[in-house]
C-alpha cells in the first residue's frame, strides 16, 4: 500500500508541481498536500524503499516555496526545468539613467568590444549567482585593455534555472560583445547598455573589423565619450593628453586585435 501511495506521489509531483516556475503561487495548495501526505510515510518506509526524500526552496520575486523531491526524480526534474527554458530575473533599481549614454559612458572604467573565448562556470557570490568568461578585447573605446581578460557576469545558471538581471541576456561563447565594466575584475554593468550582441563570428555577414566600424551604437558610444566626464571614474576623456586625443579621432586607432 505505501509502494502504490509513494507512486502516485511521484506522479503528482512530476506533473504538477513543476508545471511551471512562474506559477509558484497557484500550486500553495498543491505543494501543502503534497507534504502532508510525505508525513504520511514514516521514515522506515522510504528508507525500505531505498528513496531518499529532499527539501528545497524556490524563489521567484517576493514569492518562495517549499518543495519535498524524491530522489530519484531529480535528474529528471533538472533536465524538465532545463528544457522549459525557466527564467528568474533580478530586478535593479538604479539611481542614474542608463538609457542616457553619457551616464554609462561616465560610470563605466572600461568600454570595448570583445570576443567570448571561453564560459568558465558559475559561482555564487553572496546568493547570488556570477559567470566567468574569458574575453579577447577586440576594440578599446575607453580604456587600454589587450589580449585576453577575465569578466564577471552578474547572473547564470543554477539548478537548471537561469537567473539573470531584466533585460540583460547571458553570453555565449563565440560572441562578439560591446562591454561595459567596472574595476579591476572586470565586472560587466548590470543595467540594459552592460552587454550588447553584435554578432556571432561565424555568422557575421563582414569580417569583424567592418562589423565593427559600421556599428551605430560603437560610433555613439564614442562620440559620448568625449562628453562623459562626469564621475571620478579611471579612463576619463578629459584625463588623456591633447596627443591622445588627437589620436581617438582616428576610429582605427582603438583595434587591438591581431
Same mark, same amino acid.
Given at each position: ?8 506521489? !511521484?506522479?503528482?509531483? /512530476?506533473? &504538477? ?6 506559477? =509558484?503561487? %497557484?500550486? #500553495?495548495?498543491? $505543494? ?23 527539501? !528545497?526552496?524556490?524563489? /521567484?520575486? &517576493? ?6 523531491? =524524491?530522489? %530519484?526524480? #531529480?535528474?529528471? $526534474? ?39 573565448? %571561453? ?7 553572496l546568493g547570488a549567482p556570477e ?128
Amino acid at each position: 500500500m505505501k509502494k502504490i501511495l509513494l507512486i502516485l506521489i !511521484t506522479i503528482f509531483l /512530476y506533473f &504538477n508541481i513543476y508545471s511551471s516556475h512562474a506559477n =509558484l503561487n %497557484k500550486q #500553495e495548495l498543491l $505543494l501543502n498536500n503534497f507534504k502532508e501526505q510525505i508525513e504520511k510515510l514514516d521514515k522506515y518506509s522510504l528508507e525500505d524503499l531505498n528513496i531518499k526524500l529532499y527539501k !528545497t526552496k524556490l524563489e /521567484y520575486k &517576493n514569492s518562495s516555496k517549499v518543495l519535498y523531491v =524524491l530522489s %530519484k526524480l #531529480e535528474n529528471a $526534474l533538472k533536465e524538465e526545468i532545463s528544457k522549459k527554458g525557466i527564467v528568474s530575473y533580478i530586478y535593479h533599481n538604479f539611481v542614474l539613467d542608463f538609457s542616457d549614454y553619457k551616464n554609462v559612458l561616465g560610470f563605466a572604467e572600461n568600454v570595448f568590444v570583445g570576443k567570448v573565448v %571561453k564560459n568558465n562556470g558559475t559561482y555564487n557570490n553572496l546568493g547570488a549567482p556570477e559567470t566567468h568568461f574569458e574575453v579577447e578585447v577586440l576594440y578599446n573605446i575607453k580604456g587600454k585593455l589587450k589580449g585576453n581578460i577575465n569578466t564577471i557576469f552578474e547572473g547564470g545558471y543554477e539548478n537548471g534555472i537561469l537567473i539573470i538581471g531584466e533585460g540583460n541576456r547571458l553570453l555565449e561563447e563565440g560572441g562578439i560583445y560591446l562591454l561595459v565594466t567596472m574595476g579591476d575584475v572586470h565586472k560587466i554593468s548590470s543595467h540594459e547598455n552592460g552587454s550588447y550582441l553584435l554578432g556571432f563570428e561565424k555568422k557575421l555577414k563582414k569580417d569583424i573589423k567592418t562589423t565593427i566600424k559600421e556599428n551605430k551604437k560603437i560610433k555613439d558610444f564614442r562620440e559620448v565619450y568625449k562628453e562623459s566626464s562626469i564621475f571620478n571614474t579611471k579612463n576619463k576623456y578629459s584625463d588623456m593628453t591633447n596627443e591622445e586625443k588627437e589620436k581617438y579621432e582616428d576610429f582605427d586607432s582603438g583595434f587591438v586585435m591581431e
